[in-house]
């Protein structure tokens, strides 16, 4: 059955980074894009980053532009987010999906907190 599970989070300090990884089973993973969404703290999960297949195409959003890389390893059947220059307001749960699958991991908790 498809499965995404995310690892990675964890409390940081603001201007610190962290990177989140989300390994993928049970489908091709090098035939589908890829995304991570997050959810803050009474707020709608959103949006954060998007890969095409081959990884040639990103999008962000743009609180997190010049900050978040989005990244795979179709080899490993993994997705990465490399956050640097953390700020409070990316407190979250983040999340990758297969969108057009429906999949979602379980999430993984981010804390920018000093």
């Known amino acids: 059955q498809v499965q995404l599970v995310e690892s990675g989070g964890g409390l940081v300090q603001p201007g610190g980074s962290l990177r989140l990884s989300c390994a993928a089973s049970g489908f091709t993973f090098s035939y589908y894009a890829m995304s991570w969404y997050r959810q803050g703290p009474g707020k709608e999960r959103d949006v954060v980053a998007e890969i095409s297949r081959t990884g040639i195409s990103t999008t962000y959003a743009d609180s997190v532009k010049g900050r978040f890389t989005i990244s795979r390893d179709n080899a490993k059947n993994t997705v990465y987010l490399q956050m640097n220059s953390l700020k409070p307001e990316d407190t979250a749960v983040y999340y990758c999906?297969?969108?057009?699958?429906?999949?979602w991991g379980q999430g993984t908790l981010v804390t920018v907190s000093s």
């Open positions: 999906t297969a969108l057009s699958l429906d999949a």
